[in-house]
């Protein structure tokens, strides 16, 4: 993509230097300043078009996450290019753990997560292909949280409804002893 960028924007840039360097093009701009202004904001625009997702694309390439989790917090630090955060939650804090399938045109892939009622908190433990029942009830004894369904995940995200007790007995989501 920065190739592509720039293919499109360096010769943008070439054209703005030369009009600047150009004695006859610089009359003739200081005549119709509104020409220089759409020059000006046309390349701006194109330069946008590209730097914005390519500062993004290096921002998601170049972070990092370390979660240390203890019977009593998680620790989080998150590691990008532009800084470090770090942040540390109650782990009674949490409401329990959820099992998320994503999919994608490349297939399914499953997700544990433990999930925070403020979705910026929210954990992901596991990434996997498959992820057996087993697994999410080992990881649930292991945290001493119930497990919740991945529909939580998404009230919680959207803050429309929270997690009660209630609705976790509801159903059967507790772990099964490992």
Do not use: K
Request: aromatic share 6%; charged share 15%.
């Amino acid at each position: 993509m920065s190739l592509l960028a720039g293919l499109i924007v360096l010769p943008q840039i070439a054209f703005a230097i030369y009009v600047l360097t150009s004695p006859q093009l610089r009359s003739v701009i200081a005549g119709q300043p509104l020409i220089a202004l759409q020059l000006a904001v046309a390349l701006v625009v194109w330069i946008a078009l590209f730097a914005l997702p390519l500062c993004g694309l290096f921002a998601r390439l170049t972070w990092r996450r370390s979660v240390e989790i203890t019977p009593e917090h998680v620790a989080v630090s998150d590691d990008g290019a532009f800084g470090t955060t770090n942040w540390t939650a109650p782990l009674a804090s949490y409401r329990g753990v959820a099992h998320h399938i994503r999919s994608s045109l490349s297939g399914n892939r499953h997700e544990l997560i433990l999930v925070h009622p403020d979705p910026r908190h929210s954990v992901l433990l596991l990434v996997a292909e498959n992820i057996s029942e087993t697994d999410i009830a080992r990881m649930a004894n292991l945290l001493r949280m119930p497990q919740i369904p991945a529909s939580e995940l998404y009230r919680v995200r959207n803050n429309t409804r929270a997690i009660t007790p209630a609705a976790t007995e509801s159903a059967d989501w507790s772990a099964a002893p490992a």
